[in-house]
């Protein structure tokens, strides 16, 4: 990765307001004229995750992709939709220029007690800085495949 390319964490952090953030994607997280899907949904899933109890996580996400984030200024809203016992479900939009280009839905739900007992150990990742770095296909974008 380019040490002058934000990290994801970074990327996805956008300038909270009033009724929303704002922000928009660095050059090195774009693939040709728009931003790559996992980071478009980051910021969606950031912003809905804001309105939810952070004992919440996320049990399912679904994002819609309309149009393609480019480059420039853009703005995510988020709504909670319907808040349980415990189980919150939010929404977020992405717009750019006046136009929805995607939107993010999550159903965040607390852990609770289960009768089902795993009795393998869990899987060892490596920390994110022991992966490789991510590789680009540059000319992937630029023909059009």
């Known amino acids: 990765m380019p040490t002058d390319m934000p990290s994801f964490d970074q990327a996805i952090t956008w300038t909270p307001e009033e009724t929303g953030w704002t922000g928009e994607v660095d050059p090195g997280w774009m693939q040709g004229r728009a931003a790559f899907g996992g980071i478009v949904a980051a910021v969606g899933l950031r912003a809905c995750r804001s309105l939810v109890p952070p004992d919440r996580r996320p049990r399912s996400v679904t994002t819609s992709f309309f149009a393609p984030l480019g480059a420039g200024p853009a703005r995510v809203e988020a709504r909670l939709l319907r808040e349980g016992r415990s189980l919150s479900f939010a929404e977020a939009g992405i717009v750019q ?4 280009c995607a939107r993010v839905q999550a159903a965040c739900g607390a852990d609770r007690p289960s009768i089902l007992a795993l009795d ?17 296909m540059d000319r992937m974008t630029d023909a059009g495949l």
Not at 97 to 100: C, I, P, T
Not at 124 to 134: G, I, K, L, N
């Open 97 to 100: 220029g006046g136009r929805l």
């Open 120 to 136: 393998r150990p869990p899987v060892v990742v490596p920390a994110p800085e022991d992966f490789s770095d991510f590789w680009r």
